[in-house]
């Protein structure tokens, strides 16, 4: 068990629809980094929080944001979903930022987009 | 531009072997990094092993030990004695850090195939 809590584990959903992921970062970690990998594929460096504010932006679409909030839990939230986005989706915590600390990622959101 | 190379898209390897799993990676940072991830057909990213840019010795974790070899850029995953629960995708990853964000970005993975 690496500490990090993503729900829900699956989610099924029609396109055109919004959905929102959540995360739970291990005990005291304040970054929380958020991955989509596509079937087959690496994974995908969506965004990054540290704290509570963005601190790094990847190739995340305008049809996705992301937040963190005071108690450091994230939300991922993908609005207008295309069948292209059906992905397994992971967040991933570390410590301090900048520190040379191990990142552990939760077991993932699997979203199905029909 | 890729900044994180694994060369092996597949691998078969033998029971009981060791294997070395390459990865190079690209960065003009001091401080970095680097990450191997194990990720098997039930989806989830299980971490093995870090090895910070400043570490002097090579981080090893049981089975697993990381050949850091700084000036060449490579950071290779051994695994010794393999198992039939070492099959799966496994992900070298790097981390860059400045003081306002951190990205680990990772490679495209390398599927390890033990044979019995």
């Known amino acids: 068990d690496s500490g990090v809590t993503q729900t829900p584990k699956h989610l099924i959903t029609a396109t055109g629809q919004r959905v929102t992921l959540r995360c739970s970062p291990r005990?005291?970690?304040?970054?929380v980094y958020w991955y989509q990998q596509s079937l087959d594929q690496g994974l995908q460096f969506l965004i990054q929080?540290?704290?509570?504010?963005?601190?790094a932006k990847g190739n995340i679409l305008e049809r996705f944001s992301a937040q963190q909030f005071p108690d450091l839990h994230s939300e991922l939230n993908l609005s207008s979903l295309e069948l292209g986005d059906s992905a397994l989706y992971f967040c991933?915590?570390?410590?301090?930022?900048?520190?040379?600390?191990?990142?552990?990622f939760g077991q993932g959101t699997r979203l199905t987009v029909v | 531009a890729q900044k994180i190379t694994q060369t092996q898209p597949g691998m078969f390897v033998q029971e009981k072997e060791a294997v070395t799993l390459d990865c190079t990676y690209d960065?003009?940072?001091?401080?970095?990094?680097l990450f191997w991830y194990k990720q098997p057909s039930s989806g989830e990213m299980i971490f093995l092993i870090y090895?910070?840019?400043?570490?002097?010795q090579n981080a090893t974790e049981g089975r697993y030990s990381l050949n850091f070899q700084k000036a060449r850029k490579s950071a290779n995953l051994v695994i010794s004695a393999s198992q039939l629960g070492d099959s799966a995708m496994y992900f070298c990853?790097?981390?860059?850090?400045?003081?306002?964000?951190?990205?680990?970005?990772f490679g495209s993975g390398t599927r390890l195939s033990i044979r019995p």
């Open positions: 991933a915590s570390s410590g301090r930022q900048g520190a040379g600390t191990e990142a552990f």
């Open positions: 005990s005291g970690d304040l970054s």
């Open positions: 929080y540290y704290n509570g504010e963005e601190r």
């Open positions: 960065t003009s940072d001091q401080s970095y990094g």
């Open positions: 090895q910070g840019s400043y570490d002097e």
């Open positions: 990853a790097m981390r860059e850090w400045d003081s306002s964000a951190s990205k680990i970005i």
